[in-house]
């Protein structure tokens, strides 16, 4: 048999492709801030204010299973201090408030409920503590590291720790040791995910509007970013040269805030405007982390809920049908003229699979025939990631009036490259590669018709 092409030599983990893979995840703010109204706490706010009168976490987990997440990232504890587990380390927590006799413990609760649903689970503990006396001491990063070790050990598998610079600018000098706290996450939890502007696993995308840059390389050279102090640019487009694989996700909210506000509720982003940023972020080989804050009940918001709902069943209702399934595939050239690296490789819908070109190869093209004239103005194409991220510069060409006329340009693929297309009505596309990293790759090529709820 064949042997694999050669990979590239900055790759993903097994855990870096998973996580890409799940494509949507969720992020949840919630703390004394939906009681106060307020984005951030000051740290002064009394426990006893945060006492939620039908807090769900399986409403929670429900709602993100059906929106197509695959991993809820929890606030355990935001910039106000307050932490929503019983840390042994402060009274600052869910233990002093009424809820549940402060006998409650969120990150139990959740845990359970992304368990029934099949999801994975995630933290963000807040390194800026605006209630902690130790903040601005050196005994503060034992602190941090103390209740760190809570989070991953008491919760079963956490498969992701967010985990920023955060710092207003009335906080006190603070030093983080973030080494620290990366050493004792690779002790604790092994497979979790570390992310913050140098990763080392996943990185801020350099932007809270959720859209990864056009040009988008996984890779990066995280060696001197200073987290909290990062060129957005360089988060935002990556770099071709980069030394190490750090996969870019890009966080928004649901609303204006992070956190719920009463005066926000007419003001939840529509389906439509999720499903540009969706484009604009998994479309642009990222992962899209989309927050939505529970309310002072404790609970989805009905109006959060229902964007949701009608956001997922746009992209379903658009992603139904490939309409190059059932096509033939030619190519300029493929590797070895070997069944492995075949062109057809492409409509299978798997990702194991790929068209490849013989060794020195890159200018190139792969030509598919439609089964009929069909009527498309959305293009997707994968590259197997597995090996590497190749491909620097491709165009899309269909044949329309027997002659073939542009109709997209663009620079990376990764994971998952989506292109807005004027509709076009044809039989025949290709896809040309023009500049790539080494051999072309392409484990997937699809078209698709988008819905009508897209309101293109």
């Given amino acids: 048999m064949a042997e694999d092409i050669r990979p ?8 870096q492709i998973e996580y890409q893979q799940m494509e949507l995840i969720g992020f949840i703010h919630y703390t004394v801030n939906a009681f106060t109204d307020k984005e951030w706490g000051d740290g002064t706010e009394s426990p006893s204010i945060f ?16 929106a197509g997440m695959g991993l809820l990232i929890i606030t355990a504890k935001h ?5 929503l587990w019983p840390s042994k380390y402060t009274d600052h927590s869910v233990k002093s408030s009424p809820w549940k006799d402060g006998k409650g413990d969120i990150l139990a609760e959740l845990s359970r409920s992304c368990a029934e649903m099949g999801l994975k689970m995630g933290i963000y503990l807040s390194p800026w503590d605006r209630h902690e006396p130790k903040y601005g001491t050196d005994e503060y990063n034992q602190y941090y590291l103390n209740q760190l070790e809570e989070l991953l050990t008491n919760y079963d598998k956490i498969s992701e720790i967010w985990m920023d610079g955060a710092k207003g600018p009335d906080a006190k000098d603070m030093e983080y040791d973030f080494q620290a706290y990366r050493t004792l996450i690779r002790k604790l939890q092994p497979d979790a995910l570390i992310f913050s502007d140098a990763g080392p696993d996943i990185r801020w995308i350099g932007n809270e509007s959720g859209i990864a840059g056009e040009t988008n390389w996984s890779t990066i050279n995280n060696d001197e970013i200073t987290i909290g102090k990062a060129d957005t640019k360089y988060l935002n487009s990556g770099d071709p040269d980069g030394k190490r694989w750090v996969t870019g996700e890009c966080d928004v909210s649901i609303r204006p805030g ?4 009463p005066a926000e509720d007419d003001k939840v982003k529509t389906p439509q405007q999720l499903i540009d ?29 229902a964007s949701l709902k009608e956001f997922r069943q746009i992209l379903d209702e658009t992603f139904k049908t490939d309409l190059a399934s059932e096509g033939t ?3 300029s050239n493929y590797r070895q003229t070997h069944p492995k690296f075949s062109p057809s490789n492409v409509l299978d819908a798997s990702s194991e699979t790929y068209w490849a070109t013989d060794d020195s190869i ?31 510069t491709f165009a899309i060409e269909a ?4 002659q073939w006329k542009q109709i997209a340009e663009g620079t990376t693929i990764g994971y998952k490259r989506l292109l807005r297309v004027s509709p076009v009505r044809t039989d025949c596309l290709r896809v040309l590669i023009k500049e790539s990293k080494d051999i072309p790759a392409i484990s997937n090529i699809s078209i698709y018709k988008s819905s009508p709820g897209e309101g293109r």
């Fill in 79 to 83: 910039h106000d201090g307050f932490c």
């Fill in 8 to 15: 590239m030599d900055v790759l993903p983990t097994k855990q």
């Fill in 399 to 402: 044949c329309l009036d027997n």
């Fill in 329 to 331: 595939v030619k190519a």
């Fill in 258 to 261: 992070w956190f719920y506000h």
């Fill in 362 to 392: 890159i200018e190139s093209y792969i030509e598919i025939t439609l089964k009929q004239v069909s009527y498309f103005d959305t293009v997707m194409i994968q590259e197997p990631i597995r090996f590497g991220q190749r491909i620097s």
């Fill in 51 to 66: 006492n939620p009168s039908k807090l769900d976490t399986s409403q929670w987990a429900r709602v993100a299973k059906k």
């Fill in 277 to 305: 940023i969706y484009y604009k972020s998994v479309g642009r080989n990222g992962v899209l982390l989309l927050n939505i804050p529970p309310d002072r009940r404790g609970l989805f918001h009905e109006n959060d809920i």
